[in-house]
């Protein structure tokens, strides 16, 4: 069974930094892209960063020189810190594993992690 669990979500005010993490289980971690997607009120959901099997990054315009994703992957674990927070970036994050083969993907979402940025 295949879980993303996402934590380190929370009240910020505008500013302050949050260290999102994402543990991965039932999955071979290393093969996967993994990234980060938010969802505000009334809003579709975006991509804020993703991160390749081989390491490469790609942010959101919005969110570049702000957040930073990385990857362990001794721990299956996906990070996003998060700094210079703003108002805006408040969402529902949540985790993304994607896997493309040659006929199939597998693909597969954490349940979400509130962040709130108010003073």
């Known amino acids: 069974q295949v879980q993303l669990v996402e934590s380190g979500g929370g009240l910020v005010q505008p500013g302050g930094s949050l260290r999102l993490s994402c543990a991965a289980s039932?999955?071979?971690?290393?093969?996967?892209?993994m990234g980060w997607y938010r969802q505000a009120p009334g809003k579709q959901p975006e991509l804020v960063a993703d991160?390749?099997?081989?390491?490469?990054?790609n942010y959101a315009a919005s969110v570049k020189g702000r957040f930073t994703i990385s990857r362990d992957n001794a721990k299956n674990t996906v990070y996003l810190q998060m700094n210079s927070l703003k108002p805006e970036d408040t969402a529902v994050y949540y985790c993304?594993?994607?896997?493309?083969?040659?006929?199939?993907?597998?693909?597969?979402w954490g349940q979400g992690t509130q962040v709130t940025v108010s003073s």
């Open positions: 993304n594993a994607l896997r493309v083969v040659v006929g199939s993907a597998n693909n597969y």
């Open positions: 039932g999955i071979i971690f290393s093969l996967y892209n």
């Open positions: 991160i390749t099997s081989g390491g490469r990054t």
